[in-house]
């Protein structure tokens, strides 16, 4: 073995010490000295303001990459990405239309409770505000006099002060508030500004799952506001998306048992826009409108699919309207992000709508729009704020939320839809004389939609 006098190795690491010390010092007058000449080496219109700035060896990626370093982190880094967002703060529950009214602000807060308490923020989700629809923000959507006139009278019967009269030709009677209404206007001008942060934060590479808790009021139209929506943050959502991000398609996938007819309003004759609507049978319920028929106009002829439920349709139906229509027409449709407005009417215990789904079904429809998404790189906005029973609300909500991020969670139906034999477990037949009625129909659905759009589509041939 070789062996070396250790006596000779101090004054060695001394003189490399000294030797590597001249060289750092020769290294940053060099670089210091670039910098001040390199700037009067370019014209005017080549200099940055990096370009002018004396720098340091240390300084060097920081000017030059800290910016995109951080952007590159928050889009590829999935590993250290939370895979949720929710968008939540107090001031939504002044969405209250007074007492003794079907419609109060409390369901939010109520489920951020039950959230809260039953899945911790950990890694699952973060709790994030947003800042108020501006004025801007609002003309995308309605007219000034729609705006000033919705202001005024809302903010006049949260004082108890006299309201004015042109509010009825810009509301239907539902949106007039009882006693003790809260700030309405002020909320909803939130719920915009929440849709407006969902769309900034998946755009920016932050998240790439957004759920607004109250959004989906997808029945307020350009100028008429109509069974308790006042702005539609849905359409804000693909208006916005397409104006400020330039998206060329956008997909509207739309599962609250009303037909969204303010949504289809907005987009009925854009191309941009493809709006898959499922809700229960319109012959049969509010607004009277979503018929198979009604599949948009002009460049637009095609993009609006409604699928009418049959009353009671259940997991199985869902199921069926999902793998025969939404998922192909959607992988053919190719969006560039998906905005779902969903909510837990469907429920079969709803106080107002007559559809049979459960906790299962609401699971496996926030599961298959999770999988949609891969489309567009797992892009994809949730908006929630309907169902008219608080016994079932917060596990409905809860279980399609969960599903939609990707988040494991186990939730059991409170009890069985009575007709519903097979209880909550799902499998690839109905499991009683009634389903099989109720998809038997949902059958002839699906054949009666392929026939009117098979032109538009060519999965649907």
């Given at each position: ?50 370009a002018?700035?004396?720098i340091?060896p ?50 939010y ?6 959230l809260?308490?039953?899945?911790p ?44 009269e ?13 006693e ?6 002020e ?8 849709a ?9 590479g ?27 943050d849905?359409a804000?959502?693909?208006l ?7 998206l ?8 609250d ?10 987009f ?9 609507d ?13 018929f ?20 009671g349709?259940s ?8 793998e025969?229509?939404?998922e ?25 709508c ?22 567009c ?25 969960t599903r ?12 069985s ?33 392929r ?11």
């Amino acid at each position: 073995m070789f062996h070396r006098n250790t006596s000779d190795i101090r004054p060695l690491a001394g003189h490399l010490e000294r030797r590597e010390f001249l060289k750092g010092i020769i290294s940053l007058g060099i670089l210091t000295l670039l910098s001040y000449l390199l700037p009067s080496c370019l014209s005017k219109s080549e200099q940055t303001p990096e370009a002018i700035i004396p720098i340091s060896p240390s300084d060097i990626p920081v000017i030059n990459d800290e910016k995109e370093v951080t952007k590159t982190a928050d889009t590829s880094d999935t590993s250290k990405r939370t895979p949720l967002a929710i968008l939540y703060r107090q001031e939504l529950q002044e969405y209250n239309f007074g007492t003794r009214r079907l419609y109060t602000g409390s369901r939010y807060r109520r489920f951020i409770d039950f959230l809260q308490e039953t899945l911790p923020e950990a890694d699952n989700y973060r709790i994030i505000k947003a800042d108020p629809a501006t004025r801007n923000d609002l003309i995308m959507l309605c007219s000034k006099e729609y705006i000033d006139i919705t202001r005024d009278y809302y903010k006049a019967a949260n004082l108890g002060l006299s309201r004015p009269e042109q509010f009825n030709q810009y509301h239907s009677k539902e949106n007039v508030p009882g006693e003790r209404p809260g700030k309405i206007e002020e909320a909803a001008r939130l719920i915009v500004g929440q849709a407006k942060k969902a769309c900034d934060l998946i755009q920016d590479g932050q998240y790439d799952k957004v759920v607004s808790i109250g959004g989906g009021m997808h029945h307020a139209r350009p100028d008429f506001g109509e069974a308790f929506c006042v702005y539609n943050d849905v359409a804000f959502c693909a208006l916005y998306l397409m104006q400020v991000y330039g998206l060329e398609r956008v997909l509207i996938l739309d599962t609250d048992a009303h037909a969204g007819n303010g949504t289809s309003e907005y987009f009925y004759n854009d191309p941009r826009v493809l709006l898959i609507d499922l809700h229960q049978d319109p012959a049969t319920l509010y607004p009277a409108s979503g018929f198979i028929n009604e599949i948009g106009s002009g460049k637009g002829k095609g993009f609006t699919i409604n699928i009418p439920m049959p009353v009671g349709a259940s997991y199985y139906s869902y199921q069926l309207a999902f793998e025969s229509i939404v998922e192909p027409v959607t992988k053919e449709f190719k969006p560039q992000i998906i905005i779902w407005e969903g909510g837990s009417d469907p429920h079969f215990g709803d106080r107002i709508c007559e559809l049979g789904l459960n906790i299962e079904g609401f699971k496996m429809m926030g599961e298959k729009v999770r999988v949609m998404s891969d489309i567009c790189g797992g892009k994809a906005i949730c908006l929630t704020c309907s169902g008219y029973n608080r016994k079932y609300r917060n596990f409905a909500w809860m279980a399609f939320i969960t599903r939609f991020g990707g988040i494991e969670l186990n939730l059991e139906e409170l009890e069985s839809f009575p007709e519903q034999s097979g209880g909550d477990t799902p499998s690839t037949e109905p499991a009683s004389i009634s389903d099989t009625i109720r998809f038997t129909e949902m059958e002839s659905i699906i054949t009666e939609l392929r026939s009117q759009l098979k032109d538009y589509w060519t999965c649907l041939r």
